[in-house]
């Protein structure tokens, strides 16, 4: 039973959902029976086939449904937890678009406790799930309340993004009508939920699931430290072996440049210069200038400080003294809306920002580019960096977490160094590379990458080495999956 938040393509605010509809799909094509839950958040009792209600039950007062239907274009059951007074709302899973929903604990609460109920007290037939795979805080208490029954499927927690934590009030744990201690730990002690005064849904998943895993070997590694850890690195180092890392993949048919529906024209390694026919139609769909040989760069995200949009807007101004121009598809916090919106004012034929959430627009960008700017400060995993690769478009990224993993450095010494790199005629330790890394998390450091790009952007043959190196990476969940597979083995029970 794999039970999450968001789901690609019913509700999405990030990776996360793409996560939920890849990786059950691979773990079936592994011989898995896979489930998958979810609240039933406003207009998903539409989705087709429409979902059958399975059986009522009460939680806490509150009257919920039990709807049954099937994941978008897949045979994997979904099940839609209802309870229109928590989750038929407009906005997005945890808020109206501005701010959290402030019953979000009682909402996850009362959601944490309905994936219990089914999977203990079975009102969905006879299928039996032997483990609970739980997503982020939202499923934090599934694994709390599942320790303590021997008879009970093992559970794993993963950790898409140790920043949100689901950090609430004490009092919530009366309102849910928790239990006051689960294996012999009071839950409001630091063993337990509590978390400098506030009680940690996220800490219910890492404390009592049978393991804990994140989404990328090198962010695993950085949040055991302080730098990294948002005040948990030293439960997770507590967890020992329980904790690890497995990388994402992506969906490399959807996210196919031979394949995708959406771009200008269709493209593949035997015809690599197609690609350019994106770069066109996506300079015209901004009104930039046609001007095919100066770097386009682009960047498809969520606007919040986590992404670095914040160091990307501080370094703008000095960017621009290069020969390129920068496309942005985002939305998040109004305060980098509105800066993106007055530099795109200010510089009309060098960048343009689209504001909002836009599927097609993504996939025309990450096509039409030549280099995607990840700047993020942290990052679990990332998606874009290989959705940028399977497409010749080349990630200039922050060395950090599942950038660095999934991003072979093709700038050492010869392109960021003293002596000028290229036109200083230096071996390039690059050809190898599928990317550019940079490790300063500064103006500096980030005009250095984008100046490296620049300049390998300038020698035609060693920019389509890079292309073509990161086109050939094999980012299927394949080998993912297989990792989860060992993993959910060495769980059993
Ligand atoms: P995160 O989950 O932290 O936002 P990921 O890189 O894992 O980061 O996933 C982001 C996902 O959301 C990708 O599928 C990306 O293409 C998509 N995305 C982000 N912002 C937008 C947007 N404004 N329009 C369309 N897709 C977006
Ligand atoms: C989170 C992380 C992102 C990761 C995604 C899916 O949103 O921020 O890095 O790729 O989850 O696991």
Same mark, same amino acid.
């Given at each position: /039973? ?53 059986? !009522?039950f009460e939680i806490i007062g509150y009257?919920v ?40 604990a009682l909402?996850?609460g009362l959601f944490c406790r309905a994936?219990v109920d ?15 795979? *739980? ?6 208490l599934?694994?709390l309340l599942?320790?303590? #029954? ?20 004490q009092q919530t744990l009366a309102e849910l009508g928790l239990p006051e201690e689960v294996?012999?730990?009071?839950l409001w002690?630091? !063993?337990?939920l ?5 009680l ?14 994140? =989404? ?13 850890? *948002?005040? %948990? ?5 507590? *967890?020992?072996?329980?904790? $690890? ?16 529906? &959406?771009? &200008?024209?269709?493209?593949? =390694? ?12 996506? %300079? ?14 682009? /960047? ?7 992404? #670095? ?9 000095? %960017? ?7 496309? =942005? ?9 509105? +800066?993106?919106?007055?530099? @795109? ?51 200039? @990224? ?5 950038? +660095?993993?999934?991003?072979?450095? @093709?700038?050492? +010494? ?29 103006? @500096? ?6 100046? $490296? ?28 999956? +297989? ?11």
């Amino acid at each position: /039973m794999f039970a999450c938040s968001e789901l690609y393509p019913l509700i999405k605010t990030g990776g996360l959902a793409d996560v939920a509809y890849n990786l059950p799909r691979a773990l079936v094509q592994l011989g898995h029976q896979v489930r998958i839950v979810l609240p039933a958040y406003r207009g998903l009792a539409e989705v087709t086939p429409p979902p059958q209600p399975l059986c !009522r039950f009460e939680i806490i007062g509150y009257e919920v449904a039990l709807l049954v239907s099937h994941v978008p274009d897949t045979t994997i059951p979904l099940y839609l937890i209802d309870c229109p007074e928590l989750f038929n709302r407009p906005g997005d899973p945890y808020g109206d678009g501005s701010h959290p929903w402030p019953d979000n604990a009682l909402r996850f609460g009362l959601f944490c406790r309905a994936v219990v109920d089914l999977v203990e007290n079975h009102c969905y037939g006879d299928w039996l799930p032997d483990i609970v795979h *739980c997503n982020d805080w939202q499923t934090g208490l599934v694994p709390l309340l599942l320790a303590d #029954g021997a008879a009970n499927p093992a559970t794993l927690f993963t950790i898409h993004n140790l920043g949100y934590q689901g950090l609430f009030s004490q009092q919530t744990l009366a309102e849910l009508g928790l239990p006051e201690e689960v294996k012999g730990v009071p839950l409001w002690d630091f !063993r337990a939920l509590e978390f400098y005064g506030e009680l940690s849904y996220i800490k219910g998943g890492i404390v009592f699931a049978d393991a804990v895993n994140t =989404v990328s070997p090198g962010y695993a590694q950085e949040v055991l430290t302080p730098e990294f850890g *948002c005040g %948990l690195d030293g439960l997770l180092r507590h *967890c020992g072996a329980r904790f $690890s890392g497995i990388v994402n993949g992506i969906d490399t048919d959807y996210w196919s440049p031979a394949k995708d529906p &959406d771009i &200008d024209l269709n493209y593949s =390694v035997e015809s690599l210069a197609d690609k350019q026919a994106n770069k066109r139609g996506l %300079l015209a769909r901004f009104h930039l200038p046609d001007d095919e040989n100066t770097l386009l760069l682009g /960047m498809v995200s969520r606007l919040t400080e986590q992404k #670095g949009i914040d160091l990307l807007l501080d370094a703008l101004p000095a %960017l621009l003294d290069l020969p390129l121009k920068v496309v =942005v598809l985002g939305s998040g916090e109004a305060q980098y809306e509105q +800066r993106l919106l007055v530099l @795109a004012a200010q510089h009309p034929d060098r960048i343009a920002f689209h504001s909002g959430y836009h599927e097609a627009l993504a996939h025309r960008i990450i096509a039409g580019v030549d280099a995607l700017l990840i700047p993020s400060r942290y990052e679990p995993c990332g998606l874009t960096q290989m959705y940028s690769q399977r497409y010749g478009t080349v990630p200039i @990224a922050h060395a950090v977490g599942g950038l +660095r993993d999934t991003i072979i450095n @093709a700038c050492g +010494r010869a392109v960021q160094g003293e002596s000028g790199g290229a036109s200083g005629g230096e071996p390039w330790d690059g050809v190898a590379g599928t990317g550019i890394l940079f490790d300063d998390y500064s103006v @500096a450091g980030l005009q250095g990458a984008v100046a $490296s790009a620049n300049k390998l952007f300038q020698h035609a043959m060693l920019w389509s080495c890079l292309q073509l190196a990161g086109m050939k990476q094999d980012f299927s969940w394949a080998a993912s999956a +297989r990792e989860y597979n060992r993993l959910y083995h060495r769980i059993l029970r």
